[in-house]
């Protein structure tokens, strides 16, 4: 069992837990993940390791409730404990020698984003920025984003803080203005790594995104998990979930991510909420 030793709620659809997992912890690094399974009749479930404390065994996930596995890890409290949280699984982020880098998180892209700027910042790579959300309600992780960048940009689609538009705006004037990065790190919605993937190819920008499919294991012999990456079948769950941008398919990473939205929301329709009663759909 693994206990739950902090909750905080960052926004009405996402929360952040840290769980006491002091080997997971030990090992961890930026770019790895976890799986989780509430108890034993619930599914297994991957999220990035948002950030870790080693000194404390403390491992940092954050989610927000779509399906029933993550309304049921949100219904908990502290001192709450969940039945399996496995990891660190996948490839650590391998960034090489980096002077100055863009980091670019989308909605809850954010939680993947901030480790890696966090990690390139104790590198003494200089760090520009860039989160974008719906509206300054679902804003999260903006202090501490701030605490790691040089250069923080904040956007929302309605302009209700920050700048008005999207990610790849911000972006894309930052390159025009003449700022040369060696790397930009794109997490978040696929066709919003697919834009900024797009955006840095004319200028050879080396471009890293994570991806997040569908995983069931999380080591490889599913194969659920699979992306195409430069035309060859890559694991995101052991060859990633870091990938070059420039070479992932993300058109087929859409079409198939797409496949199970319908089988995500009757997950969602027919759990019965065991707070409130209720009758199975």
Same mark, same amino acid.
């Given at each position: 069992?693994?206990?739950?030793?902090?909750?905080?709620?960052?926004?009405?659809?996402?929360?952040?837990?840290?769980?006491?997992?002091?080997?997971?912890?030990?090992?961890?690094?930026?770019?790895?993940?976890?799986?989780?399974?509430?108890?034993?009749?619930?599914?297994?479930?991957?999220? $990035?390791?948002?950030?870790?404390?080693?000194? +404390? !065994?403390? &491992? #940092?996930?954050?989610?927000?409730? %779509?399906?029933?596995?993550?309304?049921?890890?949100?219904?908990?409290?502290?001192?709450?404990?969940?039945?399996?949280?496995?990891?660190?699984?996948?490839?650590?982020?391998?960034?090489?020698?980096?002077?100055?880098?863009?980091?670019?998180?989308?909605?809850?892209?954010?939680?993947?984003?901030?480790?890696?700027?966090?990690?390139?910042?104790?590198?003494?790579?200089?760090?520009?920025?860039?989160?974008?959300?719906?509206?300054?309600?679902?804003?999260?992780?903006?202090?501490?984003?701030?605490?790691?960048?040089?250069?923080?940009?904040?956007? $929302?689609?309605?302009?209700?803080?920050?700048? +008005? !538009?999207? &990610? #790849?705006?911000?972006?894309?004037? %930052?390159?025009?203005?003449?700022?040369?990065?060696?790397?930009?790190?794109?997490?978040?919605?696929?066709?919003?790594?697919?834009?900024?993937?797009?955006?840095?190819?004319?200028?050879?920008?080396?471009?890293?995104?994570?991806?997040?499919?569908?995983?069931?294991?999380?080591?490889?012999?599913?194969?659920?998990?699979?992306?195409?990456?430069?035309?060859?079948?890559?694991?995101?769950?052991?060859?990633?979930?870091?990938?070059?941008?420039?070479?992932?398919?993300?058109?087929?990473?859409?079409?198939?991510?797409?496949?199970?939205?319908?089988?995500?929301?009757?997950?969602?329709?027919?759990?019965?909420?065991?707070?409130?009663?209720?009758?199975?759909?």
């Amino acid at each position: 069992m693994f206990e739950i030793v902090k909750k905080r709620v960052l926004n009405s659809q996402v929360k952040l837990m840290d769980i006491y997992a002091p080997h997971i912890a030990k090992k961890a690094e930026p770019g790895q993940f976890i799986i989780f399974r509430v108890n034993e009749k619930g599914e297994r479930v991957p999220l $990035t390791i948002a950030d870790f404390h080693r000194e +404390k !065994g403390t &491992v #940092t996930i954050i989610f927000q409730e %779509l399906g029933k596995s993550t309304k049921e890890l949100g219904a908990l409290n502290e001192g709450d404990t969940i039945l399996d949280f496995v990891g660190p699984l996948g490839v650590a982020s391998e960034f090489g020698h980096v002077k100055k880098a863009a980091v670019v998180g989308g909605g809850l892209g954010a939680a993947i984003a901030y480790p890696q700027a966090k990690k390139l910042n104790s590198l003494g790579t200089e760090v520009h920025t860039i989160i974008g959300f719906r509206n300054k309600d679902l804003i999260i992780l903006e202090e501490e984003m701030k605490a790691v960048s040089n250069k923080q940009f904040v956007t $929302t689609d309605d302009g209700s803080n920050g700048t +008005k !538009g999207f &990610v #790849t705006d911000v972006l894309k004037k %930052l390159i025009e203005e003449g700022n040369q990065y060696d790397l930009v790190i794109a997490t978040g919605p696929l066709i919003m790594m697919k834009a900024v993937s797009n955006l840095t190819r004319p200028y050879n920008i080396k471009t890293i995104v994570s991806m997040n499919p569908i995983m069931i294991d999380g080591t490889g012999m599913c194969g659920g998990c699979r992306v195409t990456v430069g035309g060859e079948i890559k694991f995101a769950c052991v060859d990633g979930p870091d990938f070059d941008g420039h070479k992932v398919d993300f058109d087929e990473a859409i079409r198939r991510q797409n496949m199970y939205k319908k089988h995500e929301t009757e997950s969602v329709t027919k759990h019965q909420c065991k707070l409130g009663g209720g009758n199975n759909a």
